[in-house]
């Protein structure tokens, strides 16, 4: 009975203090209104939107770069225009130049005469294409071209051919079809048709010059001018002549044996080869 009447007085204290915070809580709301200033009137609606900052497009963009391309040099146009023709290797009318490269060959006399008047660029009156130097446009037709050049055609000229002619003179040449060689004095290399039934002719003066060079006596100096020009000798003599010392076997060339000849009591077994037998019958 005595736990019951702490309960309720408990409780009854509970609502006494809920009662007096929600006064307090009031009180000051109230104080707080009053004393808060009037906002301020809003003017008049004007109907202009806040103005947005601004952004090109990718069309403004676009513009802007085809314009650039139009103000450049005709130099650079007709760069442009040729690059286009050399890496796709068809023909283009002036309308799909404008819209491959953005240049307008119709519109720029200068650019149009100077396509036309280019040795790169062939036109047939309404197309442009690329024009290479030699007309080949396979591994076999680049073949019968260098063929027709005994005395050797520069690579840079077939250089333009067509797109993969470069991969295709290295596999003539790892054929054994051409040769491919470099020139010392411009560094360019040479192809030369490989081919025993294609008769070369070789100057006078050169065959008396290569006569007139005398080479070292020692490989070792033979391998060092290779060397100096470039050229990877086939032999290695130094290490041969190391590996001999190591072995204890003697560097020195063995003297060549003569050849013995016939004997009369040999058994003539090839009479059909006189010539062999010369010796026998003068002895």
Partial sequence: MALQEKLDRFNKQQEKCQSMLSNIAAKSSSSRAAAAPKPASAP???????????????????????NSIRKSPVGAQMKRVIDILFQTRQAFTPEQINEACYVDVNGNRDVFEGLRKNPKVYYDGKRFSYKAKHDVKNKNELLVLIRKFIEGIAVIDLKDAYPNVMEDLQALKAAGQIWLLSNFDSQEDIAFPNDPRVPIKVDDDLKE?????????????????????????????????????????????KPKQKNKEFSKKAKLTNAHLPELFQNLKNS
Avoid at 215 to 244: C, F, S, V
């Fill in 44 to 66: 008049p609606f004007s109907g202009a939107r806040p103005s947005a900052p601004v952004k090109f497009s990718n069309d403004t963009e676009r513009l802007q770069h085809i």
């Fill in 209 to 253: 010059l290569f006569r007139s060079i005398e080479l070292p006596r020692d490989m070792l100096d033979i391998e060092k001018d290779l060397q100096k020009n470039g050229m990877k000798p086939a032999t290695n003599t130094a290490k041969r002549r190391a590996a001999a010392q190591v072995q204890g076997i003697s560097a020195k060339p």
